[in-house]
């Protein structure tokens, strides 16, 4: 776009000086001539005006359009993402996830419900200090009412309880088997008498066929001060609970619950017990993890004062 | 008594070769500073003994703090009268005896008092300094505040034992470490381009010829003190400034200090008011070309001219780089976009029931994720790669910042002398038979057109030939003759070279026609004559003469036409009058040539005697003129031609002569074709420059004495109403007066600059550009760019490359930005409706460090969409780098799509896994806390602490991989802002790897055994990764319909909303 140097030249035509200026003045505008005549102004490019806009009208004018604009950009992408929302919550089962393959194993988990740690600390002499846990295993326990367990079916023992549907029913857990810690003979499950009952029970997976005999083995750690008592005897989960086929389909399904009874030497002068519960009896369900310090297992500690 | 040749000073025809001498600094070991001479501003009374007041002066210990008014008064012009004194006032000033000067203990005693004639150096800064500024200045400073952030919020959490995170002190610790590494290694950059720098410097020690006590004898120039009687010879530099007293044939080139190429010849009379134009003076540090001179120091070390300019120079304030101030613009955003955020979140979270403390470790949160991360190293690298570039072009960038002030740049002050010309005088036009022929002053000078057929032309080029005493240095003989170096002056190589090349080998001819006498130029004669053999007849000689042309006619009493003898007549003086005008007029420099065929009674033998004239000296025969210029540069002329094209004005600052100048400015087109100047105009109105309506006229010479009258705003006028300005005869400060005048316009000014006298200018330009080969080391110390082949046409490129690496930061800065709003999102809605957290501070990091960092740094390689340079410079006020636009586009359109991406991919993974959407509605507190290891999902599975972590690790992933998919889309739409990507292609392979590069690093993020331990990241489905597509390709449809839009309807709401 822009013209040569051309300054070389031959010799000009015609004789004299008059002559002179006219190469100069074609050098001269070989170089303006390209540039478009040297203005510049005319050629500058099409930048938006800046931020400066005038009148006031014409602000809120802009201003206007921009909520709107935004509004119906917003607008256009909410609904977008509802639309896939929607056809992603189509694909999904009702009643089992389409990948269970994050929970392989279940976890282990204690009541009363633990809030801060698991340090279950009472006074035997003062029921405010146990109020809490009794409150709390009562309700969990309500479930398990006889009255509740009316309906539910008397499966036979020591099977996996396979189901093909479409009903499913529930078995009975007979809350009996859990003894002084069934809530039925010691509403204050054992704390007032300074013998408190733990139940232990194993988190819910859909379709989870526990191998083996599994079992919860609850074992005191550190010096023995304590006597454990696990109910039912052994600690074993009956196979009949098993399959889960959730929440939908498995109505009123009842986890079976193991309950561990700690009966403190009178001997020992530390009224204090580390307790460790294990899935055991099972090899496919895993009680050791670096991590999940819940898969499988659980650690509790139990503190009593006088 | 005192002996002088020159007693014209007039213009001088005939000189040596042009030097051009770097100024060597020889730093003191002692750092004494020196002020610079207290001025007197006033034509009032004469100071006294101004030696005196130095010493007076120095006393009192100047401060760190540079003194304004100090500064103010260094700008004007220096004040003296030693050149007006007669010689016994001038010994009787300094007490010094004129013939046998100090006594040494007298010179001693000086010495004590003034201190070294050293100039003292610049105030460099400790390397520590420069560190430190790398380190904490800019874009630093904001991820500094993120990082301190960070770890009051750990300090916080620790301290009242919250919760066992330790993010807040990882991601602290890594934006540490990210400013480090990154302050690093652009003081690592620097640091190398200065390295170039130093190569340059010559410290050779100097060596002065001062006589005391009536001994000659050899000390070092910085044992010199005011009064020495010193002597100086050709090849000599000027030791101090210098009144001169006796001169035999002297000549100094002043070029390092005027910018004059030419020398000057010296002699002790008193010829000019002003102190740079007289001819008594003699300044430090310039060169003696030629002859001998005796003269008395009159000024040392700083309060030289030379060491006022220097001391002027450090002591300026230099302004913020354009790109400078637009990252305290973009920070300023960013940090108000940050505290928005933070505070009404603060605000929200304390409304939904937060704790205190939790809300403020949520505020900071917030802050810190809007730090973008990576942004300091993408611009950093950016920067990097276009000053990489650039010094491939010959534009070696000292500062990594000036690589994008070029780009702004909308006034360029240039150098005529080396920069718009080639700095070697060559023939330009001929004129003889009564016809103008125009030589080739291409650089090359390879074809050459010329017609050989007159006889005129053989005779006028063997009297260019003969009469000539300049010649080619031995074994040049490969070399192109334009190439070759010569002895003798610029004038004389110029007729050489160009007889060589057109004629035929001026050796031979030389060879042919010995030379038995010769009269050398003088300026008292203005002519040179040499009396030769014939050649086709041994026996006579012919005498042969060139000199100032009007000289020459008045010798001639026939001339010659196409061969043939005709006496002298009117219409041929008439003729010969109107092409020296014309030639004289093209600021050339015109010689005239004629000869006389001595008559038989001079035969061979015959002793001619050149004192006393024996041979005839009228009735010569007139041949022709031949004119000579510096001719400017070949690329010049399109580059000026692209600037004007590009909206920059490119104004000559010169201090040669207006003429000269002139004639240059129209040939690069600073001064286009037909357009009048004032300065014609005033001389042919006898009206002052300032009378002439400034309307009528676009283009201006402004003489440097006019401009000496000048207050501000009369400049700023100038500057506002000419489009086409050359400065001519400027003195050394007026060049920054100028700048400072097109600064006051709120133009971004680049100042080019050899000299010394350049030096203040470079230093407070915007951008300063040194030469590379002619630049002295005290203008490459100021400057900001050094152009290592001293081509102006360099600066266009560097114009370019500013102008793109602008664009592309915007595109860069688009791109990094965009992925804040997935990246800030994730901890609101977290905060709100209290759902697992989507996005955690590793993966933001991934992100931001990690796969970010390729494809942003790529749109550095990005071709220009439209020709850069047809467009007006960025007009620094109203076109910032980020703009609320680029921030709307970047936050509020593409953010959120991918924002949604994210999040959907989120709640397929969860959902997916158990956790449908409904239900995680503030399932954040049972979710958070480790003891509640039994939480039921949607389908009454129940989950461990550690299970559901796991899967929220999964979903973060799935988050990241989802916004790493729609960056694909967001680094495609950032290519352009206005073209559409078919328009523009997919060439730049860069930005291709950049895409497979970041896929793959997330596809290793996520799927190497043992990430899981390291970063937390999860192996994902095959399907997760293909949530975020129809995202993707939502985010290429959406933005390619904006730009669709922007084109169609240029100036439309669209474009003054959304294009950035």
């Not at chain 2, 790493?964 to 680094?971: E, M, N, R």
């Amino acid at each position: 776009m822009c013209g040569g140097r051309g300054s070389r030249a031959g010799p000009l035509p015609g004789a004299g000086i008059g002559t002179l200026a006219r190469p100069l003045k074609r050098l001269q505008r070989k170089v303006s001539g390209g540039c478009g005549g040297g203005s510049s102004r005319g050629l500058l490019s099409h930048h938006p005006a800046g931020d400066s806009t005038s009148g006031l009208v014409v602000e809120g004018r802009e201003r206007g359009l921009i909520l709107l604009f935004y509004l119906v950009f917003y607008g256009f992408l909410a609904a977008l993402f509802s639309f896939t929302m929607w056809a992603m919550l189509q694909t999904l089962n009702d009643e089992v996830p389409k990948y269970r393959d994050q929970i392989p194993s279940p976890g282990l988990m204690v009541f009363p419900k633990p809030v801060t740690a698991l340090d279950y600390s009472f006074r035997v002499s003062d029921p405010e200090s146990y109020r809490g846990y009794v409150d709390d295993l009562t309700k969990f326990l309500k479930s398990y009412d006889l009255e509740e367990q009316k309906n539910l079916t008397a499966c036979p023992d020591g099977a996996l309880r396979e189901q093909k549907g479409p009903t499913y029913t529930a078995c009975q857990f007979p809350v009996v088997s859990l003894k002084g810690c069934s809530g039925v003979e010691d509403p204050e499950f054992g704390y007032s008498t300074g013998n408190p009952c733990i139940l232990v029970k194993m988190n819910r997976i859909i379709g989870l066929k526990p191998q083996g005999k599994p079992r919860i083995n609850c074992i005191s750690k550190g010096e023995k001060t304590a006597t454990l008592s696990t109910y039912p005897s052994n600690g074993t989960i009956d196979l009949k609970y098993f399959p889960y086929y959730g929440k939908k389909l498995h109505v009123r399904y009842l986890q079976p619950l193991v309950a561990v009874q700690v009966a403190f030497n009178t001997t020992s002068t530390g009224k204090e017990v580390t307790v460790e519960c294990k899935i055991d009896g099972s090899p496919n369900l895993r009680n050791q993890d670096d991590r999940d310090k819940f898969l499988g297992r659980v650690v509790f500690k139990i503190t009593m004062h006088a | 008594m005192y002996s002088c040749l020159d007693l014209s000073g007039h213009v001088v025809l005939f000189e040596l070769g042009q030097l051009y001498p770097g100024i060597t600094m020889e730093f003191g070991k002692t750092r004494g500073r020196v002020t610079p001479q207290e001025l007197n501003p006033s034509s009032g009374p004469k100071p006294k003994r101004v030696p005196k007041m130095v010493g007076r002066r120095k006393k009192e210990k100047v401060k760190r703090k540079k003194n304004k008014a100090n500064i103010e008064e260094l700008k004007k012009e220096v004040v003296m009268d030693d050149h007006k004194l007669t010689l016994e006032e001038l010994s009787r000033r300094y007490s010094v005896d004129l013939t046998k000067g100090l006594r040494p203990e007298k010179a001693q005693e000086i010495l004590d008092r003034d201190g070294p004639n050293t100039l003292t150096p610049p105030p460099t800064t400790p390397e520590w300094v420069k560190f430190c500024k790398q380190l904490f200045g800019g874009f630093s400073i904001l991820l500094w505040t993120g990082a301190i952030l960070c770890f009051v919020a750990y300090g916080i959490q620790t301290y009242f034992n919250e919760e066992p995170t330790k993010d807040n002190l990882y991601l602290g610790i890594v934006l540490a470490v990210v400013v480090f590494i990154t302050g690093c290694f652009s003081y690592y950059q620097e640091a190398k381009s200065s390295k170039i720098m130093e190569s340059f410097k010559s410290m050779v020690p100097q060596q002065a010829l001062v006589i005391r006590g009536g001994e000659k004898m050899q000390i070092n120039v910085q044992n010199v003190v005011v009064g020495d009687l010193v002597e100086v010879k050709g090849g000599d530099r000027i030791p101090a400034d210098i009144r001169l007293i006796s001169a035999q044939g002297c000549k100094v080139d002043n070029s390092s200090l005027t910018g004059e190429s030419e020398p000057q010849s010296r002699f002790p009379h008193f010829t000019h008011e002003n102190l740079l134009e007289t001819r008594n003076i003699c300044f430090f540090s310039t060169n003696c070309v030629e002859g001998t001179a005796r003269g008395i120091v009159i000024a040392t070390g700083d309060s030289t001219v030379m060491g006022r300019i220097a001391s002027l120079t450090s002591g300026l304030a230099v302004g913020q780089t354009p790109i400078a101030t637009e990252i305290k613009h973009f920070i300023h955003i960013i940090t108000m976009v940050a505290v928005f955020l933070g505070v009404s979140f603060f605000g929200l979270s304390l409304m939904l029931g937060y704790s205190w403390l939790k809300a403020v470790i949520f505020l900071i949160g917030i802050i810190v994720a809007n730090v973008p991360e990576g942004l300091l190293v993408t611009v950093t690298v950016c920067l990097t790669l276009t000053a990489k570039r650039m010094a491939k072009k010959n534009c070696l960038v000292k500062n990594l910042e000036a690589v994008e002030t070029l780009g702004s740049t909308s006034i360029i002050c240039s150098d005529k002398t080396g920069t718009l010309t080639q700095n070697r005088m060559t023939v330009a036009h001929l004129w003889f038979d009564k016809t103008t022929y125009e030589a080739d002053t291409s650089e090359e000078q390879t074809v050459n057109t010329f017609a050989k057929d007159s006889d005129t032309w053989f005779i006028l080029a063997r009297i260019a030939g003969l009469c000539n005493r300049a010649d080619f240095k031995p074994d040049q003989e490969t070399l192109p003759i334009a190439k070759r170096a010569t002895t003798g002056d610029a004038s004389e190589s110029a007729l050489l070279k160009f007889i060589e090349q057109s004629y035929s080998s001026v050796k031979e001819m030389r060879e042919k026609s010995p030379k038995v006498a010769e009269i050398p130029f003088n300026s008292t004669n203005k002519y040179q004559i040499s009396i030769h053999l014939r050649e086709d007849s041994s026996q006579t000689h012919v005498l042969l003469m060139k000199g100032a042309p009007e000289r020459i006619l008045a010798f001639c009493s026939s001339y010659l036409l196409n061969g043939q003898e005709y006496s002298m007549d009117e219409e041929m003086k008439e003729a010969f009058q109107n092409a020296y005008l014309e030639l004289g007029g093209l600021g050339e420099r015109v010689l005239g040539f004629c000869f006389l065929n001595l008559p038989n009674t001079f035969s061979k033998g015959f002793k001619f005697n050149t004192d006393e004239v024996n041979f005839p000296m009228e009735n010569f025969c007139f041949v022709g003129l031949i004119s000579m210029i510096d001719p400017p540069r070949p690329a010049v002329p399109e580059a000026v031609c692209k600037c004007r094209s590009a909206g920059i004005k490119v104004i000559m600052v010169t201090g040669d002569h207006p003429i000269t100048a002139k004639a240059i400015a129209k040939g690069v087109g600073i001064i286009s074709e037909g357009t009048e100047t004032a300065e014609d105009t005033t001389a042919q109105l006898k009206v002052h420059v300032r009378q002439i309506d400034s309307r009528d006229v676009k283009a201006i010479v402004v003489h440097g004495s006019d401009l000496k009258d000048m207050s501000s705003a009369q400049l700023d006028e100038i500057l506002r109403n000419y489009t086409e300005i050359v400065f001519a005869r400027t003195s050394p400060q007026q060049k920054l007066i100028i700048v400072e005048g097109c600064q006051r316009q709120g133009n971004v000014v680049a100042a080019t600059g050899d000299g010394v006298n350049d030096s203040p200018a470079l230093k407070k330009a915007d951008i300063g550009i040194a030469m590379g080969i002619t630049g002295s080391d005290v203008s490459k110390q100021a400057a900001d760019m050094i152009l290592l082949d001293d081509n102006f046409a360099s600066i266009v490129t560097g114009v370019e490359e500013g102008r793109l690496i602008f664009d592309n930061l915007k595109k860069s800065i688009a791109y990094t930005l965009t992925s804040n709003i997935p990246e800030i999102t994730p901890f609101l809605l977290f905060i709100i409706l209290g759902i697992p957290l989507p996005l955690g501070t590793i993966t933001i990091l991934c992100i931001d460090l990690g796969t970010d960092m390729v494809p942003a740094i790529s749109l550095a390689y990005e071709s220009a969409e439209s020709d850069i340079m047809k467009r007006a410079p960025r007009d620094p006020k109203n076109d910032k780098l980020v703009n609320y636009r680029l921030i709307g586009m970047a936050y509020g359109q593409i953010g959120m799509i991918q924002a949604l991406a994210g999040f959907f991919t989120y709640f397929v993974i969860l959902a997916e896994n158990g956790f449908k959407p409904a239900d995680l509605l503030g399932i954040r507190h049972d979710w958070e806390n480790s003891y509640v290891n039994d939480l039921e999902d949607s389908y009454g599975q129940q989950w461990t602490f550690e299970q559901r972590k796991i899967l929220e690790f999964t979903c973060q992933t799935g988050f990241f991989v989802s916004i790493v998919i729609v960056q694909w889309a967001d680094l495609i739409i950032c290519k352009t802002r206005r073209n559409s990507v078919f328009q523009q292609g997919m060439k730049n392979k860069i930005l291709i790897f950049g895409i497979l590069e970041e896929t793959f690093l997330a596809a290793f993020l996520c799927y190497t055994p043992g990430m899981d331990m390291a970063l937390r990241m999860y192996p994902l489905k095959i399907f997760w990764w293909l949530c975020a597509i129809p995202y993707s390709i939502l985010i290429f449809i959406y933005d390619e319909v904006r730009k669709f839009a922007i084109r169609n309807h240029p100036g439309g709401w669209l474009e003054r909303e959304t294009y950035y």
